[in-house]
């Protein structure tokens, strides 16, 4: 998103706006280094100094032989290089969750690893129909299966093993 000219005005009284509008500008920037709650109960909204960075340092990748924890959803056991675009078939799609404008990646993934989700959610429902294991929300997903990891996903364990970490990720 650009940022608007604010110090180009046509009417002199919209000159009084400029220093909010500044500020208003330098709080998005500060927001979109953050990464909202997923979830919020009612009247529970988390301070935004509790939201994690987008980019955390201490979140590392997984090494090998690590095994993460999601939900079990969808039986079946799939190994594939992990992907989270641009998928070849065999390979294993890691997304932050998926919705209707993603299936058309459901094509070809030999199983399916999200971060959101439940055994309701679009990633398993459509994991489900075409046959091919998913295990949704396991925590950090997408930051821990880099894309070319080489997960085993166990879509009736819930579990995520990764056998070999990609060149150049700290083990």
Same mark, same amino acid.
Request: net charge negative; proline share 9%; aromatic share 4%.
């Given at each position: ?29 500060? =927001? ?43 039986? #079946? ?23 209707? #404008? =993603? ?52 879509? #009736? ?10 060149? #150049?990720?700290?083990?």
């Amino acid at each position: 998103m650009r940022r608007p000219h604010t110090n180009r005005t046509p009417h002199r009284e919209s000159t009084l706006f400029v220093d909010i509008i500044a500020e208003l500008w330098d709080w998005w920037e500060k =927001l979109s280094e953050l990464e909202p709650p997923l979830i919020v109960e009612a009247g529970k909204i988390p301070p935004v100094t509790e939201w994690p960075r987008r980019k955390d340092p201490s979140t590392t990748s997984a090494v090998s032989d690590e095994v993460l924890t999601g939900l079990a959803t969808c039986a #079946g056991v799939a190994t594939g290089r992990a992907h989270s675009a641009e998928l070849q078939p065999g390979e294993i799609l890691t997304a932050p969750w998926t919705d209707p #404008g =993603l299936t058309p990646s459901f094509t070809s993934p030999e199983a399916v690893l999200v971060k959101v989700g439940s055994s309701m959610s679009h990633a398993a429902i459509v994991s489900r129909e075409l046959g091919f294991s998913c295990v949704p929300g396991v925590k950090d997903a997408t930051k821990r299966v880099v894309d070319g990891a080489m997960p085993t996903v166990d879509g #009736g364990a819930g579990t995520v093993t990764v056998l070999e970490a990609p060149a #150049g990720c700290k083990e």
